[in-house]
């Protein structure tokens, strides 16, 4: 079974600096996707980057890029200029694909707050 | 964009009730899924279905089972409420058939059981 691990419960970040969110997993498969999930305190989930594990390029959206090491099983978050809107719970997530079956794997959570 | 809607933010139910969680999503999705978040542990997945009259147990399925006889709705049950299954509770859809399909989330439960 996949494991989902993030080891920073809580995190804080002054407005307009980066911060990272770590996260790790135990897989033995060669082909999966990752993603980070925000959800901010009005709780919606709403997917924040994903990567593919065979792609060897760090997927970036805007402010938001990723650190995946593939043979250390890290996919680490990286969010530039943060901005207040970040402050949220982060999710990092592992899907391994199944045919007509795309279950995720869920960390426990990082609890980001941003600070003016 | 796709929409996932679930029938109560807010809900307070006795001990021993039977309960009836209620999500729909318009995106014409195979897969459906039910999750409970709770502090320090993440989403943990209760059941999945990915056909219609077809479902799968998940990590903790014990206390709950669910339905889907519409393509669109997938309802989650607790037979018999307990003050253990106080909770948020998350919908989920993704297009099923393929790869890198993520999961579209609806707002949420949170399900207080007395």
């Known amino acids: 079974a996949q494991t989902v691990t993030q080891s920073q419960p809580e995190m804080s970040v002054q407005e307009a600096e980066t911060v990272t969110l770590s996260c790790t997993y135990d897989?033995?498969?060669?082909?999966?996707?990752l993603f980070w999930y925000k959800q901010p305190p009005s709780r919606q989930m709403i997917l924040v980057i994903r990567?593919?594990?065979?792609?060897?390029q760090n997927a970036t959206e805007n402010r938001f890029s990723v650190n995946f090491q593939k043979a250390a099983k890290s996919f680490s978050l990286k969010i530039s200029d943060s901005q207040l809107g970040d402050t949220a719970m982060y999710f990092c997530?592992?899907?391994?694909?199944?045919?007509?079956?795309?279950?995720?794997?869920f960390g426990a959570g990082t609890r980001l707050t941003v600070k003016p | 964009d796709v929409k996932v809607t679930q029938s109560s933010r807010y809900l307070v139910k006795r001990t021993g009730e039977k309960v009836f969680l209620e999500c729909v999503q318009d995106?014409?999705?195979?897969?459906m899924f039910w999750y409970r978040q709770d502090p320090g542990l993440g989403l943990r997945l209760i059941y999945f279905?990915?056909?219609?009259?077809?479902?799968e147990k998940g990590d903790i399925p014990e206390g709950y089972s669910v339905s889907r006889e519409k393509k669109e709705r997938f309802s989650l049950i607790l037979e018999s409420a307990s003050t253990n299954q106080t909770s948020m509770y998350l919908c989920?859809?993704?297009?099923?058939?393929?790869?890198?399909?993520?999961?579209?989330f609806g707002d949420g439960t949170r399900l207080s059981i007395l």
């Open positions: 279905s990915y056909d219609v009259k077809m479902k």
């Open positions: 897989t033995s498969e060669n082909n999966y996707y």
């Open positions: 995106m014409d999705h195979e897969n």
């Open positions: 989920a859809s993704s297009l099923g058939g393929a790869d890198n399909q993520p999961q579209h």
């Open positions: 997530a592992f899907m391994k694909p199944q045919h007509n079956n795309n279950d995720m794997r």
């Open positions: 990567q593919e594990a065979y792609k060897q």
